[in-house]
């Protein structure tokens, strides 16, 4: 079992570009978050899901969208991005609320 | 709100020696607390959480942690650190008043030198 997989690794985008991090968990966990990690800072929620179909902002949701279609699979739009959004993403599950969340490994995006 | 405070961005110990990682926090409610390990380029790798119960908790590699009600804090313990400890610490929290949100402090990088 593979965990949290997100592709791409590395991404660089144009101002105004749009993109989709991918992320996949094979554990069949029903909750799924985005991170973003700016340097030399914590972790910040971008977008939650508590199951398919069901998602909810988290701290900093601007500027980003989310669906969640499937169990495993919680994708995140970038619509115009923004050099702001440059920053270190990762996707994290958990199978229940107050479990330990399972990160992937993560994906760097600069916006130049 | 919920809150997290990492004082120190970074604690040097030597190999051998007792090492301590603080963690305070606020909430309104009661406190979930976690601590995560972050390697460079690697996503975070749970450690340890306290949910309910004994104050003293176990986790991965020899770490513990102490919930401490009166002083709000946490902090993160090992007896005797290891140069393959030396990586990036996280503390986190969740009030059960506060939905689903886990707040995370601004990490604190541990290095053990030999």
């Known amino acids: 079992n593979a965990g949290v997989t997100q592709t791409p690794k590395f991404r660089i985008l144009k101002i105004g570009q749009s993109m989709t991090l991918q992320c996949t968990q094979d554990?069949?966990?029903?909750?799924m978050y985005w991170y973003r990690q700016d340097p030399g800072m914590g972790l910040k929620l971008i977008y939650y899901s508590v199951g398919a179909g069901i998602t909810d902002k988290g701290e900093v949701p601007n500027g980003y969208n989310v669906s969640r279609s499937t169990t495993e699979d919680f994708p995140l739009r970038l619509e115009l991005a923004a050099p702001s959004q440059t920053s270190v993403y990762f996707c994290a599950s958990s199978g229940q609320l107050l479990y330990e969340q399972y990160f992937g490994p993560g994906t760097r995006l600069t916006v130049t | 709100a919920q809150s997290v405070a990492q004082p120190e961005d970074q604690v040097n110990v030597a190999e051998g020696n007792p090492l301590t990682v603080k963690c305070t926090y606020s909430v309104s409610g009661n406190p979930y607390l976690f601590w995560y390990v972050q390697y460079p380029n690697r996503g975070l790798q749970f450690l340890l959480k306290y949910i309910t119960g004994d104050n003293l908790v176990k986790g991965s590699y020899g770490f513990e942690a102490e919930f401490n009600k009166s002083q709000t804090s946490f902090h993160l313990k090992k007896p005797s650190a290891l140069v393959s400890d030396s990586a990036l610490y996280f503390c986190?929290?969740?009030?059960?008043?506060?939905?689903?949100?886990?707040?995370f402090g601004g990490g604190t990088r541990l290095m053990v030198k030999p």
């Open positions: 554990m069949n966990h029903n909750y």
């Open positions: 986190a929290v969740r009030d059960d008043n506060a939905g689903n949100m886990l707040t």
